[in-house]
């Protein structure tokens, strides 16, 4: 069973970079997807990004262009960096993994 945890959260101005990152135990990480979920209060769980075993990547159209999620199969470790963060991308970000595992989410907090 792969576990997942997350790092990397915090409180950020407008306009600041965070860089999450979840490290996975376990020795199947490297063919499978994995993916950044986020959830701000009152609001359903939502994609942020994921990248397949191979690389290719998905975003959501609301972190197009800021957000970079990139992979290190030898470190089981996948990365998201958020550049020009606004108010509206605070939530609590959650990394999802093979058979469905997550993480137990980080909080990213942006101020205006």
């Known amino acids: 069973q792969v576990r997942l945890v997350e790092s990397g959260g915090g409180l950020v101005q407008a306009g600041g970079s965070l860089r999450l990152s979840c490290a996975a135990s376990?020795?199947?990480?490297?063919?499978?997807?994995m993916a950044w979920y986020r959830q701000a209060p009152g609001k359903q769980r939502e994609l942020v990004a994921d990248i397949t075993g191979g690389g290719s990547t998905n975003y959501a159209d609301s972190v197009k262009g800021r957000f970079t999620i990139s992979r290190d199969n030898a470190k089981n470790t996948v990365y998201l960096q958020m550049n020009s963060l606004k108010p509206e991308d605070t939530a609590v970000y959650y990394c999802?993994?093979?058979?469905?595992?997550w993480g137990q989410g980080t909080q990213v907090t942006v101020s205006s």
């Open positions: 999802n993994g093979p058979n469905n595992v």
């Open positions: 376990g020795s199947i990480f490297s063919p499978y997807r």
